[in-house]
């Protein structure tokens, strides 16, 4: 399905991605530019455990979920961000919007996808009961 072909299409994006600055590291040595690569992939990671994390719980208003991830994923990437330096305390907030600016978009792919998949069940599950 779409959801399947474009899940596999960004892994194999981050996997080339990585390749091609891991060779570069050994080449050329740690540049801000690979840096950068190594710490959004360490916190693609990390979001991805905090995404499992707050899937364990189980509560029964979506919106409510969405917004414990969100806030949970925010203040993460801000915590981390701050770490590593990508934000000063004058631009902390930035760390929402970035975030947002992913997760808006991507809800929004998925229930299509998600849409589009129930309409294709109900499709064949209405097919199979004609042909019965």
């Given at each position: 399905?779409?959801?399947?072909?474009?899940?596999r299409t960004l892994i194999l994006a981050a996997i080339i991605i990585l390749a091609v600055f891991s060779v570069s590291l050994l080449s050329v040595g740690m540049t801000p530019e690979i840096a950068l690569v190594f710490e959004i992939f360490l916190l693609s990671f990390f979001v991805t455990v905090i995404q499992?994390?707050?899937k364990q719980i189980i509560c029964s208003h979506l919106i409510l979920n969405i917004i414990i991830e969100y806030l949970a994923v925010s203040i993460f990437v801000f915590l981390y961000?701050?770490?590593v330096q990508w934000f000063s305390r004058s631009n902390w907030w930035?760390?929402?919007?970035?975030?947002?600016?992913?997760?808006?978009?991507a809800y929004?792919?998925?229930?299509a996808?998600?849409?589009?998949?129930?309409?294709?069940?109900?499709a064949q599950l209405e097919r199979r009961r004609k042909e019965c």
């Open positions: 399905m779409l959801k399947d072909m474009i899940k499992q994390m707050v961000g701050y770490f930035m760390a929402f919007v970035y975030v947002a600016l992913v997760y808006v978009p929004f792919l998925d229930m996808i998600v849409n589009r998949d129930i309409a294709y069940i109900n």
